[in-house]
């Protein structure tokens, strides 16, 4: 090749200027099973905050058991903090069939969207 450093400069220039993805990637584990929702209550909705028209999506992050429970509980991100506590009281009403992982159950992490 002629000119192999006008080559790498052209080529070190397009690439750069290519759109850089800004989604995370994810590899899953063919051996996962993600817990399942099974059963769920109501919305907790205060009047207050219904009346005052406040909306958004809570994102309650959950520690769930291996028996499908709800272990741990907090928010992650939130549309507007006056809606946390409901979030969370709503969670909590939530029951799973739990992941698994090589055929046993295991506690797992996952990212709840409430809604209001």
């Known amino acids: 090749m002629k000119y192999p450093k006008l080559f790498l400069l052209i080529l070190f220039v397009f690439s750069c200027s290519q759109k850089v993805s ?5 590899f899953e584990d063919p051996e996962r099973i993600h817990p399942e929702l099974i059963s769920k209550g109501p919305l ?3 009047d207050s905050l219904r009346n005052q028209n406040i909306h958004g999506i809570v994102r309650v992050k ?3 058991d291996t028996l499908g429970n709800i272990k741990e509980k ?3 991100k939130s549309d ?3 809606l946390n506590n409901a979030a969370l009281e709503t969670v909590s009403t939530y029951k799973f069939k739990p992941g698994r992982y090589v055929g046993k ?3 797992s992490i996952m ?4 809604k209001f």
């Open 22 to 26: 800004k989604e995370k990637v994810v």
């Open 44 to 46: 907790v909705y205060p």
């Open 62 to 64: 959950c520690l769930i």
């Open 74 to 76: 907090s928010i992650y």
């Open 80 to 82: 507007d903090s006056r």
């Open 105 to 107: 159950k295991v506690e």
């Open 111 to 114: 990212l709840i969207p409430i």
